[in-house]
């Protein structure tokens, strides 16, 4: 499952209930709607976040291994 595809989907979809509620006249929902809105916005990007950082540090941990010689792995 796509964590990150998810949490964008729930941002929009709760930014637009703010919407709603914020036109209906409840200032009450409104505010939990956004704030959970933007709650579901900041964990995609923390999501998309540690995904690139585990490709890197992948890329990385290649990287080393192919500049070690076969004579320096006991060193």
């Known amino acids: 499952m796509n ?10 979809l709760l930014a637009a209930a703010a919407i ?10 409104t505010f939990a709607a ?3 809105g933007a ?4 964990l995609s990007v923390r999501v998309q976040v540690k995904g690139r950082n585990r490709v890197r540090e ?13 004579g320096e ?3």
């Open 58 to 70: 992948a890329e990385r941990l290649a990287a080393e291994a192919e500049d070690q010689s076969p």
């Open 39 to 42: 709650v579901a916005f900041f």
């Open 3 to 12: 964590w990150e595809k998810a949490f964008q989907a729930m941002a929009v």
């Open 20 to 29: 709603y509620f914020f036109w209906a006249g409840n200032t009450d929902w």
């Open 34 to 36: 956004g704030v959970l």
């Open 73 to 75: 792995e006991g060193q």
